[in-house]
């Protein structure tokens, strides 16, 4: 199985920037894909984000368009997300996620990550 660590969340000021790490470890693990999910108060878990591990093909949501870039360390099987001009509407906690292959969706996921974006 694969382990999913994150670190980088915080509090923010509106308009200031963060970076999100996500390391995946384990005995053994294939990665297609890894992303970015995010779950405000009150609402339901949302895509943020994510890269495809071959090519570098990243995915976006409109929302976080022009301002959030995905980006990955292949030798660290680290993902990172990075988080500028943010919004108070970003608050929520960020999970980040792998998907093996594409035969299954997102199956493993981080314990979430708090981001808190004060205005």
């Known amino acids: 199985q694969v382990q999913l660590i994150e670190s980088g969340g915080g509090l923010v000021q509106a308009g200031g920037s963060l970076r999100l790490s996500c390391a995946a470890s384990?005995?053994?693990?294939?990665?297609?894909?890894m992303g970015w999910f995010r779950q405000a108060p009150g609402k339901e878990r949302e895509f943020v984000a994510a890269?495809?591990?071959?090519?570098?093909?990243?995915l976006y949501a409109d929302s976080v368009k022009g301002r959030f870039t995905v980006s990955k360390d292949n030798a660290k099987s680290t993902v990172y997300l990075q988080m500028a001009s943010l919004k108070p509407e970003d608050t929520a906690v960020y999970y980040c996620a792998l998907r093996p292959n594409t035969n299954q969706g997102y199956s493993s996921w981080g314990q979430g990550t708090q981001v808190t974006v004060s205005s």
């Open positions: 890269i495809t591990w071959s090519g570098g093909t990243t």
């Open positions: 384990g005995r053994t693990f294939s990665v297609y894909r």
